[in-house]
């Protein structure tokens, strides 16, 4: 079964960027869905982007914000963040769709504070 390991999360200011990883220990080039979840502290997991074929859908609080990007090369997946702010503090999730299953990574903080 496809594991994903979430990297590169942290503290960071008010207006900062930040970008996430997450790696696949096989092959996603195959996936029919890539994406990035959230989930802020004591509220629900929130869809953050979405790429699914040739469409990519973000959610509309980070729209112009965050970028998802694919690197089937290397089986990973990128959240490119700018401009954060305090709201965009949660753990981010990835997960990849496919057809043996969903695979889910673990989990990585990211804390937006001044």
């Known amino acids: 079964q496809v594991q994903l390991v979430e990297s590169g999360g942290g503290s960071v200011q008010p207006g900062e960027s930040l970008t996430l990883s997450c790696v696949a220990t096989?092959?996603?080039?195959?996936?029919?869905?890539l994406s990035w979840f959230r989930q802020p502290p004591g509220k629900r997991r929130e869809l953050v982007a979405v790429?699914?074929?040739?469409?990519?859908n973000y959610g509309d609080s980070v729209k112009g914000r965050f970028t998802i990007v694919r690197a089937d090369e290397k089986n990973t997946i990128h959240l490119q963040m700018t401009d954060l702010k305090p709201e965009d503090t949660a753990v981010y999730v990835c997960?990849?769709?496919?057809?043996?299953?969903?695979?889910w990574g673990q989990g990585i903080q990211v804390t937006v504070s001044s």
């Open positions: 790429m699914s074929s040739n469409t990519v």
């Open positions: 096989e092959s996603i080039s195959s996936a029919y869905a």
């Open positions: 997960h990849a769709g496919l057809a043996a299953g969903d695979a």
